[in-house]
């Protein structure tokens, strides 16, 4: 049994469990389950313990933020200004990367969990309020963590003098409303303040500094704070025998697109490699219908793609971005020989391009530019002219070296990540990288699809009206 | 009906309170008006821009932002079909050639009946089953589009009703923090100090 | 330079910075321009438009970052040409204009356009956009002032910014989300700002456009003068455009000292009141046929033979002066002169709506020193109605720096939300409600945590100035140090006041002139550019001085309600078409420019009085309005120095009865657009006053029965009116409010004035049900 049909996608296996512990049991989301397999005892030790001490726990323990970044979480929290208050914890839970997705199973199947590292949160960084924005098209992961907060308010788990202790604090859940750019940290914190999802920039706006309201802010993900409860009850030491030095513990991974088995798995972080995912048996076992792999997409829609010849990488941050691309946020998607490459990069770019906040020009225009040129290639209307204006339109949205996998058979070196941006944020790249990646891997696709070059009609700009 | 009635009126305030800033409810209190009337109406914007304190055109600015919010009638039933990636490679387009054949209207339509609507959407985190696809917000994982035919036809004789509420209602469990229990927002400009479990740790612990 | 000034590399050449300056205004001020759409430098950086990323080496490497919102740091290197630089300028831009239509040729801001300039500059030279373009209803009605453009707009956020950060009227905002993002009001709910038409001068395309200059002029077709608003005392600094002889607009120009850019929309769009069809262009004899028009000489004559046989007659005290307070320093100096010079001392530039002239006298604030106080106190009417950008400046104050008010009012205000304490009084018991809120201990300590300063004028028309000027020398004996910011409203109301027109004692002021009018006691009233009939809050006494005066001089740019029956009118020329200087509320002298001439034969005041002397046997001296800027000068008002002159100041006792029968307070003031002859004759704004009407505490209305609209009476001991009434909760129970001036006689409402005696301390009513 290694799938079960409370939990739709996810799919156990025999290796260590860190948040996924739970999920095995169809009422995994009560209060009575979580206190019956170990709830809150992590909550009551770390009462017990000083906040400080607490946070050298998860320092010590190296846990990565699962957002995206990978940004260490005990770091996060000691980047606050020393004696600014009130600071608050904002939980990411608008999970909406295309590819992704583990923090919408982790509050439906187990929102105690991720209430318990909230808790732990505030009281070992000093917050006195948390907000836990939940994607607005997640309507049962809502409930679940509804019915959890009453559960455990009403349990004296949450409020004040939890426990009987000093420790008081009030989680409100706040729902989104439907924008993908939200999942950015400071778009999050301006959804927030009731404000369109528009990102801020950094400088001067990091959230441990100025965030909500202008007070330092931690913002963590679902997962990052979902490990905490293990971290406190077991301890740092318990949690770093898993996984590598760099990259301890675990990671949800969803594996979707044509493979036999997709699903979301909790791997062992930085040592499963790509080809264990796509083709070990307690993973995704294969390519459907025994096709050949053409591509794949290693940490989300917005990370650039992946050929074969990277399938012995392992699941490992650095690793990956030496080799081109990034992890992101644990999802990859799978391309088989059937794929047409030009449209699949479309439904990418066609996503970022709709879901740019619109507030820097470059992707506001550019990403909607790619789309309509991508568009008619796609249709058999382009020109060979439009697959480089493709990429001289990207290269305003990032101007120099874009990074992309090695290829043996195009005789193609890596260029490692990141790229430069002439953006706020990753949305414009975004609608950028899987137009490079498969005109970079798979040019001869677009060459097939386009009518040679004809005299493109070049409207001079500067000859209307421009001098005076 | 337009604007909140008393009792949305009283739940609105409560949820303001949770708050150290009232516009930080602008986003819950126009889920409220959706769910209300199934989509938002203008007097619904400016009964909220009065509750937090804001212009009418800050409330829309922020409104329109956001995808799920109708400013406009919608049907019944928002059908939601993903065409994101792994969707799009797994046959999202059947699913909506489906839908659009039962339904007689094309993608981002409603039906004569105000029954249903039907649009594209973007990813709805459920990639390893795809495709898939949401009505209210309520997902169907790896549909076929024999599947759609019969939710559609299921939807439409009220054989769903228990499952999926009408358009605008999301969670049908709210959360309520009980008086005796919040700790309550305070605006922060009205905090300097840190909280007392870390002043009380520096004189030995919280417990 | 400051000692800390920051070193920083631009392009090679190293230069100096303030600390905290971003790297856009350094480089800017070094000559290194960089470009830019979104970056403002009176508003917060949002770093959105991405246009003036530039390469910024810290250390780490050149980073492109955006200049508007990196500060400099000591060391670093910018690189405003670097290959990357130039790729991403010339991208944007590219991307900018991919969806800009290219309707520059009816563009009214072809010409002036940062879109076309920076594209020229900065841009590639061609587009490769070859698709369709974003397709927006164009142009559409935002405000009765403004139109927009959404399809030319590129989504800087300058304006939304603005209405947001700096109007406070977040009437305009971001709608829809990524390529479909719009500037759009609420529907039905226009941007109906004070300040609307800032936003046309700061857009940085042709997007937004101010309707009255609209399809008016071509920006290189414009002369341009720098100048001052006159509108009301803030002084903002203009810059007056005209072509073929006619003013087409004004322009705000950025003055760190008053007005920082910003007009507010009645000093920007009233300038269409100077090609009025109400300008007198002749001099004009009052016969028994009406007004004949006649010529200068014959009218000069005329008004020398009425000012010498009264003189001659009924001694000097039988003539009196109103006004002055709308001219220049100059024309009040040579009025000064001439009373001066014929004994003459009924001079007044204020029509009993102001304060004495011993406000003067107090020690003195300027802007500048009241937006970096820590406490400001308001005894003042309404700013943002009548001083519109200095609201702005102290709105800034208290939102952006650490200012606090305590504002003492009635009715609220556009700064009560910034308000630290709004304490509210009835009429007369402004003094006991002052006590009562200097006794609290938190204000006490606010008092003494900094400066003070007192932004005074006269709150409520309807009671009397002895009232309110009482108040605050209570408030100035109270608070040690405190200084003050006159908020006296018309525009050269201090230089009219420091030249010389302020009158020698409460005997000789407007009230005392008309009550002496009206019983017969004066043989020519001259009206120095006023109009009583409007402007003095008892209406009554003003219509019984101008039936009583032997005889009427009329000295007006406008035919207005008091010169359509003077006995005389001299046409007189207004701003824009004169050249002098003006003095603000702080005392700043400066400039007004002459850009247009004037129509028929009209003259400046001042060309009048030296004639006038002249007839009357007496040389003033002076025979060129360079000639008076000289004589001012040496008396410390030249232009660029602030300027203030002692006056005496003696204690004034009020007594105010208790509330008798009449026991609701009546509040009146004025609002930005009302019947004054600037708004009612500039066509744009016209239409813009309220009308007449009566606020009231909807719980009293809803005592009486009375719905919103409907017509209730006003009783006082002196008359009654009635007016349509509108419930408003800022008032309280004891409260009501009536804007003056509102036009409106021609429906039927009643006049708020004919309730207000300047006999009375204050004006207590009744209300009663109409039938």
């Known amino acids: ?468 | 009906m337009a604007r909140l009635t008393d009792e949305n009126v009283t739940l609105a305030k409560e949820i303001i309170d949770r708050y150290p800033r009232a516009k930080s409810a602008l986003i819950p209190l126009l889920h409220i008006a959706q769910e209300q009337d199934g989509w938002v109406t203008d007097e619904a914007m400016r009964q909220i821009a009065e509750l937090i304190g804001v212009t009418p055109a800050e409330v829309l600015g922020t409104g329109t932002f956001y995808e799920m919010f109708k400013f406009e009638p919608v049907g019944k039933y928002l059908i939601n079909v993903c065409g994101t990636m792994s969707c799009a490679l797994l046959g999202a387009d059947d699913l909506m050639h489906a839908a659009e054949e039962e339904l007689g209207i094309h993608e981002g339509g409603t039906t004569d009946d105000g029954m249903f609507t039907l649009h594209r959407a973007e990813c709805q985190a459920a990639c390893t089953e795809a495709p898939c696809l949401q009505v209210n917000y309520r997902y169907r994982f790896r549909t076929t589009p024999v599947e759609v035919r019969q939710l559609i036809s299921d939807l439409r004789n009220g054989r769903l009703d228990d499952e999926i509420p009408p358009h605008g209602t999301l969670a049908r469990v709210r959360q309520h923090i009980p008086a005796d229990k919040g700790v309550g927002a305070v605006d922060p400009s009205q905090v300097t100090s840190p909280p007392e479990w870390i002043t009380a740790s520096a004189e030995g612990g919280a417990s | 330079m400051s000692e800390q000034s920051v070193e920083i590399t631009v392009n090679g050449k190293t230069i100096s910075a303030e600390p905290g300056e971003m790297v856009i205004a350094a480089a800017e001020r070094a000559g290194e321009f960089i470009p830019r759409f979104c970056y403002h430098p009176r508003m917060s950086s949002v770093g959105m438009c991405r246009q003036c990323l530039v390469e910024i080496d810290t250390g780490r490497g050149p980073m492109l970052q955006p200049s508007c919102m990196v500060p400099v740091s000591p060391g670093m290197t910018v690189d405003t040409e670097s290959d990357t630089t130039k790729q991403a300028q010339e991208g944007i831009l590219e991307l900018l204009l991919a969806n800009h239509p290219l309707d520059c040729p009816v563009c009214d801001k072809g010409g002036e356009c940062p879109l076309q300039d920076q594209a020229f500059s900065h841009g590639p030279g061609e587009s490769r956009y070859i698709e369709e373009k974003r397709h927006y209803e164009k142009p559409i009605d935002i405000s009765s002032l403004i139109m927009l453009d959404r399809e030319r707009c590129v989504l800087c956020d300058r304006c939304t910014r603005f209405a947001d950060e700096v109007a406070g009227d977040p009437l305009i905002h971001f709608v829809e989300r990524g390529n479909a993002t719009q500037v759009m009001t609420y529907p039905d709910e226009p941007f109906s700002s004070h300040f609307s038409g800032n936003t046309a001068q700061i857009c940085p395309v042709g997007a937004l456009t101010a309707k009255p200059y609209r399809f008016k002029a071509r920006p290189w077709d414009l002369e341009q003068a720098n100048s001052t608003c006159t509108s009301c005392s803030v002084g903002c600094e203009i810059s007056v455009h005209s072509s073929r002889d006619r003013v087409l607009r004004y322009q705000g120009i950025d003055n760190d000292d008053v007005n920082w850019g910003w007009l507010c929309d009645r000093g920007r769009f009233n300038f269409e009141s100077i090609h009025a069809e109400g300008r007198v262009t002749e001099p004009l004899i009052k016969t028994a046929d009406g007004h004949q028009a006649t010529s200068w000489n014959a009218a000069m004559s005329i008004t020398t033979e009425l000012l010498n046989e009264s003189l001659a007659s009924a001694g000097a005290s039988s003539v009196g002066v109103i006004g002055g307070a709308r001219g220049t320093n100059e024309d009040a100096w040579a009025w000064a002169q001439l009373c001066a010079a014929l004994g003459i001392e009924r001079h007044d530039p204020q029509l009993g709506d102001g304060l004495p002239a011993a406000l003067l006298g107090m020690p003195r604030a300027t802007i500048r020193e009241m937006a970096s106080a820590a406490t400001v106190v308001l005894l003042a009417p309404d700013l943002k109605e009548e001083l519109p950008v200095l609201y702005l400046r102290l709105r800034d104050a208290v939102v952006n720096g650490s200012t606090r008010i305590i504002e003492f009012t009635s009715t609220g205000s556009g700064l009560t939300r910034h308000a630290w304490r709004s304490i509210r009084h009835g009429a007369g018991d402004v003094g006991s409600t002052i006590s009562a809120t200097f006794a609290d201990a938190d204000v006490q300590a606010q008092l003494s945590s900094g400066p003070v300063v007192v932004v005074a004028g006269r709150g409520n028309l309807a009671t009397s100035a002895d009232v309110e000027f009482a108040a605050l020398q209570q408030l100035m004996t109270a608070v040690d140090g405190a200084t003050v910011l006159p908020a006296l409203r018309r525009g050269n109301v201090v230089g009219a006041l420091q030249a010389g027109l302020a009158p020698t004692s409460a005997a000789s002021d407007t009230t005392s002139t008309l009550t002496a009018a009206a019983n017969g006691q004066i043989e020519v009233l001259v009206l120095l550019g006023s109009d009583p009939l409007a402007d003095f809050p008892d209406r009554d006494l003003a219509a019984a001085a101008l039936n009583g005066a032997g005889r009427v001089v009329s000295i007006t740019g406008h035919m207005n309600a008091s010169t359509v029956d003077a006995d005389v009118v001299l046409p007189a020329a207004v701003m824009s078409e004169k050249t002098g200087s003006t003095t603000n509320l702080e005392g700043r002298v400066a400039p007004i420019a002459k850009k247009v001439n004037t129509p028929g034969v009209a003259r400046a005041d001042w060309m009048i009085a030296v004639e006038l002397a002249d007839r009357l046997g007496h040389d003033l001296g002076v025979s060129s309005v360079e000639g008076i800027s000289e004589q001012l000068t040496s008396v410390g008002a030249g232009v660029g120095s602030v300027w203030s002159v002692p006056f005496e100041s003696s204690a004034v006792e009020v007594n105010v009865a208790p509330k008798g029968g009449y026991d609701v307070d009546l509040i009146v003031s004025r609002v930005m657009y009302d019947g004054g002859v600037a708004t009612a004759s500039s066509p744009s704004l016209a239409g813009l006053a309220n009308g007449r009407s009566v606020a009231v505490n909807p719980a009293v209305l809803e005592q009486l029965g009375i719905d919103s609209g409907e017509m209730i009476r006003l009783v006082s001991e002196h008359g009654s009116a009635e007016l349509p009434v509108c419930p408003d909760d800022r008032l309280d129970r004891g409260t009501v409010w009536a804007a003056f001036g509102q036009p409106g006689r021609e429906s039927g409402f009643g006049d708020v004035r004919s309730l207000i005696s300047s006999s009375a301390p204050v004006s207590r009513i009744r209300i009663e049900r109409v039938s």
């Open chain 1, 1 to 468: 049994m290694t799938s079960f049909p409370w939990a739709p996608g996810f799919i156990d296996g025999d290796r260590p469990k860190i948040v996924t512990s739970r999920f095995q049991y169809e009422d995994s989301h009560t209060l009575e389950r979580y206190l019956a397999t170990g709830g809150y005892e992590g909550l009551r030790s770390v009462l017990a313990r000083s906040p400080h001490d607490m946070h050298e726990e998860v320092r010590s323990s190296t846990l990565l933020g699962r957002g995206g970044a990978g940004f260490p979480a005990g770091v996060k929290w000691g980047l606050t200004p020393d004696g600014v208050f009130p600071r608050y914890l904002v939980v990411n839970g608008d999970e909406s990367e295309p590819g992704t997705y583990k923090d919408r199973l982790l509050m439906e199947r187990d929102p105690h969990q991720l209430i318990e590292g909230c808790l732990i949160a505030c009281y070992a960084a000093g917050l006195s309020r948390c907000f836990l924005y939940i994607r607005g098209e997640m309507a049962l992961a809502q409930e679940r963590v509804a019915q959890a907060l009453n559960d455990a308010y009403a349990a004296g788990f949450i409020g004040k003098n939890i426990l009987g202790s000093s420790f008081s604090i009030d989680i409100v859940l706040h729902w989104g409303a439907g924008a993908y750019v939200v999942g950015e940290e400071t778009a999050l914190i301006e959804s927030l303040e009731g404000n369109r999802g528009m990102p801020r920039l950094k400088p001067p706006y990091f959230p441990a500094a100025i965030g909500l309201y202008g007070q330092p802010t931690i913002v963590n993900n679902v997962e990052t704070l979902s490990n905490l409860p293990f971290i406190a009850t077991n301890g740092a030491a318990e949690y770093t025998a898993i996984g590598t030095e760099s990259s301890p513990g675990t990671r949800m991974v969803a594996v979707s697109g044509h493979v036999r088995r997709p699903g979301v798995y909790e791997i062992i972080n930085g040592t499963t490699t790509f080809r264990d995912l796509l083709y070990g048996e307690e993973f995704c076992q294969g390519i459907r219908d025994d096709n050949e792999l053409k591509a794949f997409v290693p940490g989300g829609g917005s990370a650039p793609w992946f050929l074969p010849d990277q399938l012995d990488l392992p699941f490992e941050g650095r690793l990956v971005g030496a080799a081109g691309s990034m992890l992101g946020s644990g999802a990859i998607m799978v391309m088989d020989s059937t794929t047409d490459i030009p449209a699949a990069a479309l439904t990418l770019t066609k996503f970022y391009a709709h879901e740019s906040c619109g507030k820097c020009v470059p992707c506001r225009e550019g990403g909607t530019w790619l789309m309509r040129i991508l568009d008619r290639v796609v249709e058999g209307t382009g020109t060979t002219d439009d697959l480089d204006l493709l990429l001289e339109v990207g290269g305003s949205i990032c101007p120099g070296d874009m990074p992309h996998a090695a290829s043996a058979d195009l005789q193609l070196e890596a260029t490692p990540f990141p790229y430069k941006m002439t953006t706020i944020c990753f949305v414009g790249p975004s609608a950028y990288v899987p137009v490079h990646s498969a005109l970079t891997l798979f040019r001869s696709e677009f060459e097939a699809r386009v009518a040679p070059s004809r005299t493109r009609s070049r409207i001079p700009v500067t000859a209307v009206g421009a001098g005076s």
